[in-house]
């Protein structure tokens, strides 16, 4: 089982970008699929989560402006994000469980400049 995210970089305050979350090793209609973020010093949070039938939920920070879908790829899952904050910075994480087991991808640093 593999998780790879990618797609972060540097923006301004108000820009967007979409990060990819490519897996592998399992079928990902199958399972549900979490972002995360995580600022040095504080805990992971959860930012968005798609389930194996479809059904979105958000954090209340994000709600609005960041949208998570399953990709044209069969083996990905996106996060478009939009009207990004400096608060939005961070280290963006895709994470998947299975069989109880939790597995994550390697991060992808986002910065939003103001």
């Known amino acids: 089982v593999q998780l790879q995210a990618s797609g972060g970089g540097l923006v301004q305050s108000g820009a967007s970008l979409t990060l990819s979350c490519a897996v592998s090793g399992f079928p990902l209609e199958a399972y549900s699929i979490g972002w995360f973020r995580q600022v040095p010093g504080k805990e992971r949070e959860l930012v968005a989560t798609?389930?194996?039938?479809?059904?979105?939920d958000y954090a209340d920070s994000v709600k609005g402006r960041f949208t998570i879908s399953r990709g044209d790829a069969k083996n990905t899952v996106l996060l478009q994000m939009n009207s990004l904050k400096p608060e939005d910075t961070a280290v963006y994480y895709c994470n998947a469980v299975i069989m109880l087991r939790s597995y994550w991808g390697q991060g992808t640093l986002v910065t939003v400049s103001s």
């Open positions: 798609v389930t194996s039938g479809g059904a979105v």
